[in-house]
């Protein structure tokens, strides 16, 4: 069988390093180990329109945005089909006919959308589109047939959700779906970065994210601002290390190297941890530690980011190849599907004949 893989994000904002390290290194870890078939990015617009159905033009603008922040990561367009969910009408039709295999009562149990519901005020007026994007992202992923899907752990409900219409479906009407497994970070830290503020989510409306897009002045400001350990008021005092978002920062990006180029006093963050946990080391100085490190991390990005927006017709080839690519391949699915339904009247008379013999 054939191994493919896909992910895709919503477009209503650049991407930031909370989603760098939940997802996007493991697409590019994926795009260089090989061993796949096809490899697809969505850009999920017509999700972000489930809760954004008054600003299209938000949606819009961001498509290029995420756009250029894959291009710019690495993500490489000969390896990984990037292409634009609303382009597929065939993922409509799919998502059409798994709604009759799902029922209110389990969307309703789905956490990430409770949680979104209430984060979002929605309350009494869930969208309807909203309140059944889970079906919808069934069909995204089942429309290539990918069985892996790097995603962060707020998309377990969705993998969850797709499987059980997988079986539902294969089940009912024959073999033709493919049953996705989820691909998860591989250590703790990065499956939810915190915000610059110790806030447990980075996110756009929460105003704390650092952005890959962030200008190095952007990017002191925000690290020199974080939030650490309100109870390590003068340095020689002990710190605390959990819940300090400098170190969940470092704890995701730091490595042993780091320490002897900026830090050789330490030679890994283990040795840091202790120190600071023992008193004696001020907040400025790891924040400055820290700074280094996610500006080297963002330097090579910035740069890439700068030829795509000087070639921004590259970026619209991509895109536009990526959706064809995708395009026909999601056709194939779905004339599969209709046709293990029965749904292909037209074909070769067939219908005729059976009514014939009857
Ligand atoms: N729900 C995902 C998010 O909010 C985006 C998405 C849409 C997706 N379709 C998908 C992710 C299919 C993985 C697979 O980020």
């Known amino acids: 069988m054939k191994k493919n893989i896909l992910t895709g994000d919503r477009p ?5 390093i909370g989603h760098y390290v939940g997802t996007l290194a493991s697409r590019l870890k994926l795009q260089e180990k090989g061993g796949y078939d096809d490899f697809f990015i969505m850009i999920a617009d017509a999700q972000a329109l489930t809760d954004n ?4 033009q938000k949606i819009r603008e961001n498509i290029l945005n995420v756009a250029i922040d894959y291009l710019s990561i690495g993500i490489d367009p000969k390896k ?5 969910q ?3 009408s065939e993922l409509t039709e799919l998502a059409f006919y798994y709604s009759n295999l799902v029922t209110v009562s389990r969307l309703e149990r789905n956490p990430t959308v409770k949680q979104e519901i209430k984060s979002k005020g929605f309350a009494e007026s869930i969208p309807v589109g909203f309140f059944t994007y889970p079906i919808s992202q069934a069909a995204d992923i089942t429309a290539f047939k990918a069985s892996i899907v790097p995603v962060g752990d707020d998309q377990l409900p969705m993998i969850e959700q797709t499987r059980e219409i997988v079986r539902s479906f294969n089940r009912i009407y024959g073999d033709v779906l493919v049953e996705p497994k989820e691909l998860l970070p591989e250590n703790e830290v990065c499956m939810r970065l915190p915000g610059i503020d110790g806030n447990a989510k980075m996110s756009k409306s929460l105003g704390n994210c650092i952005y890959l897009s962030d200008s190095y002045e952007e990017l002191k400001t925000k690290v020199m601002g974080m939030y650490t350990d309100p109870l390590h008021l003068k340095v020689e005092d002990p710190g605390h290390v959990k819940g300090n978002t400098v170190f969940t920062y470092l704890d995701a990006f730091v490595n042993d190297e780091d320490f002897a180029k900026y830090y050789p006093e330490f030679k890994n963050l283990d040795e840091l941890k202790k120190a600071y946990e023992h008193g004696g080391i001020g907040d400025v100085k790891i924040k400055k530690f820290l700074l280094q490190i996610l500006d080297d991390f963002l330097k090579p990005i910035r740069e890439k980011r700068k030829y795509y927006e000087e070639h921004l017709d590259e970026v619209y080839d991509i895109l536009k190849e ?3 690519y995708a395009h026909c391949l999601a056709k194939e699915t779905l004339n599969e599907a209709k046709n293990a339904m029965k749904l292909n009247y037209f074909n070769n008379k067939q219908l005729l004949d059976e009514f014939k013999n009857e």
Do not use: C
């Open 12 to 16: 209503t904002g650049k991407l930031h």
């Open 53 to 56: 159905a008054d600003n299209p």
């Open 80 to 84: 990984v089909h990037i292409f634009i």
């Open 86 to 88: 609303s382009e597929i």
């Open 322 to 324: 990526g959706t064809m």
